[in-house]
């Protein structure tokens, strides 16, 4: 019984996270054809003050190209008649760009409510999606390079490679994380390539580790003593029997990794080092929020919500490929 359900919960880790994962995926996918304004566009950032979630606004176009949002709207002989911060006001008809016989021609609906400036959270949140994963894979993409560099100099370059690349690693490991992307993002400015730069020049530690302890664990199999024994170069032993054999559990580590630095990318954000606005990305939208949480808590919560559901994702996923893919780990 405990060897079957072991592996019925293994697969139920891959499922639930590869669901978690392929969701979040897709919304950043479809993200230009499923959010239906601009994320960064500001629409009237004192009208548009912290919408609720499913509010129905008229939108008033001005013909100076500004947008007032208004909760009611009448027409009037002198114009239109607004409603809006809780007053009226007039507008002369010459000023309304999308006047019609009724109010106005335009209304917006914000189906997760809006921000401070007025921008439609929905159409945020799924952009930023794309800026949070595109760099979180790309910053791990990198890691995942520099580490299998690294390890396969220390496991196969001798014991004087192995010993300085080693004690190096571990003296980066004695600094977290978030503690070296702050530093590094302080000294060297915050934008997107600078992000992916930062993350994963601080991330490949953990994976040389893994990817050293692999290949030297595989250099005295049989396949690899063949290979030698044939004449086959070292580079070419490297790249055809010893990286395939290794590459499993670097990969786990990998998919592991790209929610950690998720969690990293927001953390980022949030503080001002990491996506710069009005770019939006899941970090400096929480932050766009932490002013607000008793009287607008969707605008934080929202994207806080994506952050906890991709880490979870992530996390399942790579829990359930580990157990799945490596027999030591059995029960």
Known sequence: MGAERRPRRTNALVAWGAALVGGVTLLALLAPWIAPYDPAEQLDAAGGRYRAPGALVHAVALRDGRWLLADEVERVPEGLRVER?????????????????????????????????????????????????AVSLLAVGLALTVGLVVGSVAALGGPWADAVLMRGVDAMLAFPQLVLALAVAALFGASGWALVAVLGATGWMDMSRLARAELRGLRQRDFVLAARAVGEPPLRILRRHLLPNALTPVLVEAALRVGSLVLVEAALSFLGLGIQPPTPSWGNMVADGRD??????????????????????????????????????AG
């Open 85 to 133: 911060l809780g007053r009226a006001e007039l507008l002369p008809a010459a000023a309304v760009a999308n006047l019609t016989a009724d109010g106005v021609a335009d209304r917006r609906r914000f189906l997760l409510g809006s921000d401070g400036f007025g921008r439609d959270l929905w159409s945020r949140l799924v952009h930023g999606a794309r800026v949070s994963l």
């Open 292 to 329: 607000a949480l008793h009287s607008a808590w969707w605008v934080a919560a929202f994207p806080g919500a994506a952050i906890a559901l991709t880490v979870v994702g992530f996390n399942l996923l790579g829990d359930g490929l580990r157990q799945a893919l490596d027999p030591r780990r």
